[in-house]
């Protein structure tokens, strides 16, 4: 996963339900800030293992719906409502397929190294 800008990381944290403070931190100074894994697994005073769970959470929150969506909530006549939710659905099949090729191209290039 790219680096995230603040705003994107921001956006993401609302999706991952309640978290505690350092948490937080961590995800940002690696997926925001660059700082290695590693790096962040020492100044955060943990291992290695806990921080690169900690990112995977915020990795897979970013993945199930992109940062750029933004959620809409108003009332609807049911005809419009049921036009809105079949481009909802759309949408998040055509992202699960694309993210599905995303992920088959990057496994394809690292079996090949």
């Keep these: 996963m790219p ?3 603040h705003s994107e990381f921001e956006l993401l944290r609302p999706r991952l339900g309640r978290l505690a403070i350092d948490t937080i931190d961590v995800a940002r100074a690696v997926l ?6 590693s790096a962040a697994a020492r100044h ?3 291992t290695r293992q806990r921080v690169h769970g900690i990112v ?10 992109p940062t750029a969506w933004r959620r809409v909530d108003v009332w609807l006549p049911p005809e419009l409502a049921a036009q809105v939710e079949a481009m909802a659905e759309a949408a998040r099949a055509a992202h699960v397929v694309a993210s599905g090729a995303r992920d088959d191209k990057k496994e394809e290039a690292e079996e090949s190294d």
Aim: no cysteine; net charge positive.
């Design 32 to 37: 925001v800030d660059g700082m290695t894994p």
């Design 56 to 65: 995977q959470r915020f990795r897979a929150a970013a993945q199930a719906v």
């Design 3 to 5: 680096k995230l800008t």
């Design 44 to 46: 955060f005073g943990m």
